[in-house]
């Protein structure tokens, strides 16, 4: 059997008196596959977020990329796993300096990881990816205060899958845009799970949106799971109290049959 693209085994994290993350599992397959992390604000999920991507140290469990345990990666196999599992915040702004022009962000990954030569062909990618997330590609020579809210998050979106990624990791996504934008992420979220194969962890206080792009769920509550297995299972007939509660504020969710 194919090991899991990502693997959380038992993590926990603390900051001094606080146990912000507690005994936390779950495995992230190859795709197209979607994971939810659902919780409200101060759950734990950001904070695991940064455990996945190495920048949180843990206080127990293991994090493996493929397997390996990557608190013994070094160097190039660090290179490759932060190459492989790229991040998007919730807000583009935070995610694309303000100094940079957008196609220069955007190129930022394939420069870092050598994998196109500056020149013609560089630009030339850089305006493919724009295009793959439904942006003009002579926004590339725009800075990100130029452009809307759902443009930066598409930019951003482009800036992480310029190094092909296997693993996105989605921060709220979508918190920082209005409805109609959030719905306009969701269906490009949606596309390009399916043209690209992606997995991503997708965390989310919306159970509307895990609802329609997730696979499975864990639902967290002061860092601990208390439910967790197939999106439709969790959000339809929800077994824990707390996990009950979320829901009932979510009534547009339809209850399949």
Do not use: W
Not at 41 to 52: E, F
């Amino acid at each position: 059997m194919t090991a899991p693209l990502l693997t959380a085994s038992a993590i926990d994290v603390r900051f001094r008196d606080v146990h912000a993350v507690q005994a936390v599992s779950f495995d992230v397959p190859e795709g197209p596959f979607g994971l939810g992390l659902i919780g409200e604000s101060g759950s734990g999920k950001s904070t695991i977020a940064r455990a996945l991507l190495g920048l949180t140290p843990l206080a127990g469990g293991t994090i493996a990329f493929e397997g390996t345990d990557i608190s013994t990666l070094r160097r190039g196999d660090m290179k490759a796993f932060r190459r492989a599992v790229q991040l998007v915040m919730q807000d583009g702004t935070e995610a694309l300096d303000p100094r940079m022009k957008v196609g220069a962000s955007v190129a930022e990954g394939i420069a870092a990881h050598a994998l196109i030569p500056r020149g013609p062909r560089r630009a030339a990618r850089v305006a493919e990816l724009l295009e793959e997330v439904g942006l003009p590609a002579a926004l590339a020579d725009r800075y990100p205060h130029e452009l809307s809210g759902g443009q930066r998050q598409r930019a951003t979106i482009a800036r992480a899958l310029a190094v092909e990624p296997k693993i996105l990791i989605l921060d709220e996504p979508t918190s920082a845009l209005d409805v109609t934008v959030q719905a306009r992420i969701l269906d490009l979220i949606r596309r390009l799970r399916a043209e690209r194969s992606l997995s991503y962890l997708l965390i989310s206080h919306n159970l509307a949106v895990v609802d329609q792009l997730c696979d499975a769920c864990l639902v967290l509550k002061d860092g601990a799971v208390v439910e967790h297995g197939p999106t439709a299972q969790v959000l339809d007939r929800p077994r824990h109290p707390y996990t009950q509660q979320l829901r009932a504020a979510v009534p547009e969710i339809a209850v399949r049959s």
